[in-house]
């Protein structure tokens, strides 16, 4: 078989692609997952599951960073979705999608046809979103976006203490204010998961053109010359050669350039290091990395309805819920476990909000891993710098397709983000002290009283300071010098080959990454789209030679 399309990863951008690009029954598309199918977890499909696929070996590739130089050299954890749907089927399921700003800065640094204006309709485009139509959302799209089904008490007075402590209220993160306080719209519907597995790839499974491969993994992209021909896979044990007109990488922001490194396609010297034969020489492969720093404030919980391990919740909370999900699909089974947040100014001067708050309904520390810590009732308040100026970088730790990158997102290591979460901590904390949320306070865990001064909250976020999931960058739209890819998403240099995910985002939006990452998709099978029609359209047309 020879593919028109081959798409490496069946993430979030992976599936937007498949729906679109299988669209046509003439064209054929093969989508490449690594991971197993989404379908076989029930884990997905119930949001409270977070916590458990937080830590799966088989549905996360469960990498951890290199020793990150400004928070004393610890190693942080970076999940990442391993699955049909990738890290939309493992996330917390909040739904923005970054300040307009954002999407303007990303035209103004010359990508031509992503400013907001051209972006917003791809954002309405892709969403059925429960609370209606208007400027902003669409509604009939792929992916359902819905009010939490059961929101906790203890995050509808995080709001209201929010509003207390002087910030306005919203009810949509998305218009074109973003700023104030509320509960997320999350990517569910009736109390379920909905990725974008679910919302883009599941109606079309069915489709004869479309062939999904799961639990292959792909080692390479093949070239002739400059040309993507094909893709090396491994799948059962075997290594299999799948031949496409156009190869669309859509591995993320950690395995796109992974895979680019690991094709002979990136910066030299790293080529070299690991005898990589050289395809094409790209500085840009793997530069850029950003990610949000996210520092945690956590509070004791006087009262008991928040989410914890106790013998009250294995006892009679647990079984009730589970009884609330089967026949109600409500309940704190329902829960994303980070349902309040915020977007807001850390300080007056600020044009657009420069932090996020996201609360999570539990006692929090390092990605939940350590279950121990949550042995207890509280609730934990993140707050993260929207737009980090530290950049980071991710290179091989040798050529072998299994084994991890060496992840460098250089967390905090610019002074204006540590003063930024300085910052930050101390709105969370105020928040905290607020009337709504007195009757829940029962005295701070972390960073405890004891820490006040401002050098005192800074030595505090070196140790405890760690990322909220949102790597992108590394193989970066643009023209300059380290760009990887240019505006309609082509690799800089070569011939049909394209890279669409969240690694191509030039700077880090202000908010959650899966929806304008869907986004991106969208845009990109638009250009395809438009590209092969246009050269349909110009192939010449056969006449027929009457014969005598
Ligand atoms: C724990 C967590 C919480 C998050 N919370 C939120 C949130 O609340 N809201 C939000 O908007 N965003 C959130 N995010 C971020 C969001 O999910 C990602 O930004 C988004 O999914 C990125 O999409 P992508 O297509 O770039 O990559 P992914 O969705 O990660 O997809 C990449 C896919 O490629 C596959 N793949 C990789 N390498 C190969 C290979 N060699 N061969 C075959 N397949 C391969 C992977 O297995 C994966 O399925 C969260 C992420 C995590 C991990």
């Keep these: ?22 669209e046509n029954p003439d064209t054929q598309v093969c989508l490449l997952e690594a991971g197993p199918s989404d379908k076989k977890n029930p884990l997905i499909k119930i949001p409270v599951g977070i916590i458990a696929l937080m830590r799966s070996k088989s549905y996360n590739w469960r990498y951890w960073t290199t020793p990150q130089k400004a928070l004393n050299g610890r190693r942080v954890y970076i999940p990442r ?29 010359g990508n031509k046809g992503w400013g907001y204006k051209d972006v917003l309709p791809l ?10 139509e208007n400027e902003f959302h669409g509604v009939g799209g792929p992916v359902n976006i819905s009010d939490l089904q059961s929101p906790m008490q203890v995050s509808k007075d995080f709001v209201k203490a929010g509003v207390e402590a002087g910030y306005p209220e919203t009810d949509d993160f998305n218009n074109d204010v973003q700023e104030g306080m509320g509960l997320f719209k999350v990517f569910q519907k009736n109390g379920e998961r909905f990725g974008a597995a679910r919302g883009y790839l599941h109606p079309v499974l069915d489709r004869p053109n479309l062939t999904v491969l799961t639990g292959a993994s792909a080692n390479k992209i093949l070239f002739d010359g400059k040309r993507a021909t094909g893709v090396e896979i491994s799948r059962n044990g075997k290594t299999e050669t799948l031949k496409a007109n156009d190869i669309l990488l859509s591995g993320g922001a950690i395995n796109s350039p992974k895979l680019l490194l690991l094709s002979g396609v990136g910066p030299k010297a790293e080529l070299e290091k690991h005898n990589i034969p050289m395809v094409h020489e790209l500085p840009g492969v793997g530069e850029n990395l950003q990610d949000h720093p996210d520092i945690l404030v956590v509070q004791k919980s006087k009262r008991w309805q928040t989410l914890a391990f106790s013998p009250k919740s294995f006892v009679w909370d647990g079984p009730i819920a589970v009884f609330n999900y089967i026949f109600r699909r409500k309940d704190f089974l329902t829960s994303n476990v980070a349902e309040a947040g915020g977007f807001v100014k850390s300080r007056p001067e600020e044009e657009i909000p420069d932090i996020q708050f996201h609360m999570s309904n539990t006692r929090l520390d390092n990605h939940g891993l350590d279950l121990t810590f949550s042995i207890g009732y509280g609730f934990s308040g993140h707050v993260c710098a929207l737009r980090p100026k530290a950049r980071g970088r991710l290179t091989l730790q040798d050529a072998n397709p299994a084994s991890d990158p060496n992840i460098d997102p250089n967390l905090l290591d610019h002074p204006d983000d540590m003063e930024t ?3 930050g901590v101390k709105a969370v904390r105020n928040i905290f002290a607020q009337n709504a949320l007195k009757s829940w306070c029962n005295g701070e865990i972390f960073p405890g009283e004891a820490v006040q001064s401002d050098e005192e909250i800074r030595d505090f976020i070196r140790r405890k300071a760690d990322n909220i999931y949102h790597p992108v960058g590394t193989c970066k739209m643009g023209h300059d010098d380290m760009a990887v890819v240019d505006d309609t998403l082509k690799v ?28 991106v998709a969208e845009k990109a099978a638009d250009m395809i789209l438009a590209e092969k029609n246009a050269a349909v359209m110009a192939a010449p047309t056969q006449t027929a030679v009457p014969t005598a």
């Excluded at 979705?81 to 990303?106: E, I, P, Q």
């Excluded at 954002?123 to 209606?132: A, D, K, V």
Aim: proline share 3%; aromatic share 10%.
């Design 1 to 22: 078989m020879n593919y028109d399309y081959i798409i490496i990863g069946g993430g979030a951008a992976g599936c937007v692609l498949a729906n679109r690009l299988s």
């Design 421 to 423: 979460m300085v910052r």
């Design 492 to 519: 800089h240099g070569m011939q049909n080959l394209r890279v669409i995910d969240a690694s191509i985002f030039p700077t880090l939006v202000g908010g959650n990454t899966t929806a304008p990452t869907l986004m």
């Design 81 to 109: 979705g391993k699955t049909l749907g990738g890290s939309s089927a493992v996330n917390a399921m909040c739904y923005t999608r970054g300040h307009k700003w954002d999407f303007d800065h990303w035209e103004s640094l």
């Design 123 to 132: 954002f309405r485009r892709s969403e059925n979103y429960e609370p209606g």
